[in-house]
């Protein structure tokens, strides 16, 4: 793997192994994504526990798997550190950084640089799902029209407007947390899989389909879809 070239400072060192297990839904999503690709990317080994639709409802209302392992906000997801759990998708990804070396340690300017796209995917991450909330399918269809013509389309332009032309990633000069977040984030809004969130949402917007299409391309990346994502998976359009 290449590292930012000011990310020399990697906390993860053979020899001083953790116990890690990462316990999330059973889609690619990028919540949980970027944080197991940046372990994966490091050669990290970690246990993927997956909790399927009937213990996820349990989760929510205890805060508990089935096997007792706590999960502190009943949310996922969730990380667990030699027996000491982690939660909230920001917080899990720079611990996940750190270990791997994608997040630096003592470069603050870079790391609030990373974080902002983090808390942007967040963004933009809420706004979509208050959609999928509504009951009524017409109406949750009509919300995301809506949505993809307001709101939401504002802030792809925002994004749009702050990665910078002709470079391959959102920050520095290499691929790193915030463009495997936004890779994952925007195949999800453009995969088809949000009826009434079109699969051109990314057409007029070419410095993300750009960041998209190098993530995808990349050779680990590549090979991390092919020993998890199901077969012929829609990792969306961003071409
Ligand atoms: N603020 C949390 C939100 C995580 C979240 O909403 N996760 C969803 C699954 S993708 C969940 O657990 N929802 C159940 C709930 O919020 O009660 C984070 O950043 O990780």
Not at 62 to 86: A, E, K, M, S
Not at 148 to 170: A, F, M, T, V, Y
Request: net charge positive; proline share 4%; with cysteine.
């Amino acid at each position: 793997m290449v590292l930012k070239s000011h990310m020399q400072d990697s906390a993860f060192e053979k020899g001083n192994i953790l116990k890690l297990t990462f316990i999330y839904l059973n889609f690619p999503f990028w919540r949980a994504e970027v944080s197991r690709i940046a372990l994966f990317l490091a050669g990290i080994k970690f246990e993927n526990k997956i909790v399927l639709s009937d213990e996820f409802q349990r989760v929510k209302a205890d805060g508990r798997l089935d096997d007792g392992t706590v999960i502190p906000h009943h949310q996922l997801p969730c990380l667990i550190v030699d027996g000491h759990p982690i939660v909230q998708t920001g917080a899990i990804a720079r611990y996940c950084g750190k270990l791997s070396g994608l997040y630096p340690k003592n470069n603050d300017l870079l790391a609030a640089q990373i974080d902002q796209v983090l808390d942007l995917a967040t963004d933009i991450t809420v706004l979509v799902s208050t959609s999928g909330r509504i009951d009524n399918n017409q109406e949750k269809i009509r919300k995301r029209k809506a949505l993809s013509n307001g709101e939401l389309g504002r802030k792809l332009d925002i994004l749009e407007k702050n990665i910078k032309p002709n470079c391959s990633w959102i920050t520095g000069d290499s691929m790193g947390l915030e463009d495997i977040a936004i890779w994952r984030l925007m195949g999800w809004l453009s995969s088809e899989t949000l009826e009434g969130i079109p699969a051109t949402i990314l057409t007029s917007r070419p410095k993300i389909q750009r960041v998209c299409q190098n993530v995808d391309a990349n050779p680990k990346i590549q090979q991390w879809i092919q020993l998890t994502y199901q077969k012929d998976y829609n990792r969306g359009n961003y071409r």
